[in-house]
Nanobody
Framework: QVQLVESGGGLVQAGGSLRLSCATS????????MGWFRQAPGKAREFVSC????????MYADSVKGRFTISRDNAKNTLYLQMNSLIPDDTAVYYC??????????WGQGTQVTVSS
């Protein structure tokens, strides 16, 4: 079955960096578009970034553009999110997701990122 498992979250001071990983299995990773989302306490889940299959074109939310970098390693079936210059507003649970035919159809369990000021 499809599985997405995030890791790499933690507590970091403002200005610091973290690298999130999303290990996947149960589907053909390299032919699927993938994405990262986040949900802060009391807020709706929001889009962070996505990356296409093949050429690996990327897209970012304005709030993270220039600070976060999404990437993928198709040989390892793993999605990454490098997060630099973290700010307290980046505090959230981060989720990776697999794009299906019309929407993101599978989600990981999430990894907590906490940025202290």
């Amino acid at each position: 079955q499809v599985q997405l498992v995030e890791s790499g979250g933690g507590l970091v001071q403002a200005g610091g960096s973290l690298r999130l990983s999303c290990a996947t299995s149960g589907f053909t990773f390299d032919i699927n578009n993938m994405g990262w989302f986040r949900q802060a306490p009391g807020k709706a889940r929001e889009f962070v970034s996505c990356i296409t299959r093949g050429s690996g074109s990327t897209m970012y939310a304005d709030s993270v553009k220039g600070r976060f970098t999404i990437s993928r390693d198709n040989a390892k079936n793993t999605l990454y999110l490098q997060m630099n210059s973290l700010i307290p507003d980046d505090t959230a649970v981060y989720y990776c997701a697999k794009w299906g035919q019309y929407e993101f159809d599978y989600w990981g369990q999430g990894t907590q990122v906490t940025v202290s000021s």
